[in-house]
C-alpha cells in the first residue's frame, strides 16, 4: 500500500512516499548491506560544528540486540514491532573531549531522518516511536552517562494491514495521511501571515 502525500508541488520520491506504517511483513528480512546503507546514511547526516551526536544500537530480527530493543518497548509498541526485520534505537551524546554538545537532539533527529529516507529508498519502512523504556536500554547495552536513548526505530517490509489484527490499529493504518497546510505551517511578516500565497 502506498500513500504518497499530496503536496503543492512535486517533492523528491523519498519524502513524498515516506509514512510511518506498523505492519511489517514478518517474514521479510534485512540484509547486511541494506542496514550499512541505513547506518552509512544516518552518519552523513549534518551535525552542529560536526560534533556527530548521533549513535545506534541495532539489531535484525533472531539477533540478540533485537530482542533487548524490543523487550525495552512499551506493550502498545511490542504488539506490532515484533514484525519488524530490524530494531535500532537512536542515542544522542551528550559530551565530547571539548565539553557539551549544542544541539544533540537536534543532530540526532537529522540523522534519524536520513535512516528513514534511505529505507524508503531502499524499497522499505520505518517507523519511529517514543514509547520505549530508556532505563531498559541503559542497563540492556551498558550506556554511559552522556549517551542518551531518545528514539526507537523499526524497519523492515510493509505488510497487509490485516496483519495488526486490531479494528482501532487497521484503520490508523488504512488512515489517509494529514498535514497542517502550508498557510498554518510557514509565516511571512509575522506570526499567523502565511509566507506562500
Do not use: C
Not at 531518545?150 to 524497519?155: F, G, K, L, Q
Amino acid at each position: 500500500m502506498r500513500k504518497t502525500a499530496e503536496t503543492s508541488v512535486p517533492l523528491t520520491p523519498a519524502i513524498a512516499e515516506r509514512w510511518s506504517p506498523r505492519a511489517f511483513d514478518a517474514g521479510a528480512e534485512l540484509t547486511g548491506p541494506q542496514l550499512t546503507a541505513l547506518l552509512e546514511a544516518a552518519r552523513w547526516a549534518p551535525s552542529f560544528g560536526n560534533t556527530q551526536p548521533a549513535r545506534y544500537l541495532a539489531g535484525r530480527r533472531g539477533e540478540r540486540a533485537f530482542t533487548l530493543i524490543l523487550e525495552a518497548l512499551n506493550s502498545g509498541n511490542q504488539a506490532w514491532a515484533f514484525r519488524a526485520s530490524a530494531l535500532l534505537i537512536g542515542v544522542m551524546v551528550t559530551t565530547n573531549e571539548k565539553g557539551d554538545i549544542p544541539y544533540a537532539e537536534y543532530g540526532l533527529g537529522m540523522a534519524s531522518e536520513n535512516l528513514v529516507l534511505q529505507a524508503v529508498e531502499l524499497g522499505l519502512v520505518a517507523h519511529q516511536m517514543a514509547g520505549f523504556s530508556a532505563d531498559a536500554v541503559r542497563s540492556s547495552f551498558g550506556l554511559p552517562d552522556h549517551a542518551v536513548p531518545r528514539i526507537a526505530i523499526a524497519v523492515g517490509s510493509l505488510a497487509d494491514a490485516s496483519v495488526l489484527e486490531d479494528e482501532r490499529r487497521i484503520a490508523r493504518e488504512l488512515a489517509p495521511r494529514e498535514r497542517l497546510p502550508l498557510s498554518e505551517f510557514a509565516f511571512g511578516e509575522g506570526w499567523g501571515n502565511p509566507a506562500l500565497p
